[in-house]
């Protein structure tokens, strides 16, 4: 049985009388930190495939972001962990992850979102930043400044990319040469599509297996 819920998590109200699962790191344990002006939002490969807030690169990323002086948030989708509710399809994680941007609005004063998402996640990720970029205002996001996106072997073949538009000057990839999920010539061309930064790390596959300190180091060189 996998691990979904860290012992530090909790759980906030969402739309319909849901609840989402989050866990969430405040630098100087102060929400309102003066010297924290970032703030990195994570999102969660499949939960069909038993996805979690407690996946390896997704923890990869927190501790990126923690390292480096960000706040950070991590959620389950609906129906994962401690997170009520049933898979949404891929719409309704968006939502929640929505959902949770929208939160992270009420509790901080950091503005400057680093944004990133594996796989699945990825797909929410991007999709996220499209909202934001287009309907921030109308969604209560808007003062947030994406200054990151970060796509770790984003799905790309399951999910439509046709209606996604990318900020690009702030996107990255990072994927294994080997992978065996997402098409490795996929990924290449959505790179090339959408002139995206990418990194490719060698000898490995979609879970980045024995190479999670190679991705980090990624991390740290691609972020603004």
């Known amino acids: ?13 969402a739309p319909n009388g849901q609840q989402i699962e989050v866990d969430v790191l405040w630098q100087n344990n102060d929400p309102k930190d003066p010297n924290t ?29 923690r390292d480096i002086g960000m706040h950070v948030v991590r959620f389950n989708y609906r129906g994962v962990g401690k997170s009520t509710g049933s898979y949404g399809d891929m719409t309704g994680e968006i939502n929640d992850a929505l959902t949770v941007l929208q939160w992270v609005a009420t509790q901080t004063t950091a503005r400057k979102l680093w944004l990133g998402g594996f796989s699945f996640g990825g797909y929410v990720a991007m999709s996220l930043a499209q909202m934001l970029a287009q309907k921030g205002e109308t969604l209560g996001i808007a003062d947030f400044e994406l200054t990151d996106l970060a796509l770790i072997a984003p799905s790309i073949e399951k999910h439509d990319t046709s209606i996604i538009t990318l900020p690009i000057a702030k996107t990255f990839m990072i994927y294994g040469e080997n992978d065996e999920l997402v098409a490795p010539n996929a990924l290449e061309d959505f790179a090339e599509n959408f002139a995206i930064r990418t990194e490719i790390v060698d000898d490995t596959g979609h879970f980045f297996h024995g190479k999670l300190g190679e991705l980090k180091a990624l991390l740290e060189k691609m972020s603004s």
């Open 1 to 13: 049985m996998i691990n979904a819920s860290p012992a530090t998590s909790f759980l906030i109200d």
């Open 37 to 65: 002006q970032r703030i990195a939002l994570l999102c969660h490969p499949n939960p069909l495939g038993q996805g979690t807030m407690m996946n390896k690169i997704v923890t990869t990323m927190y501790r990126f972001a």
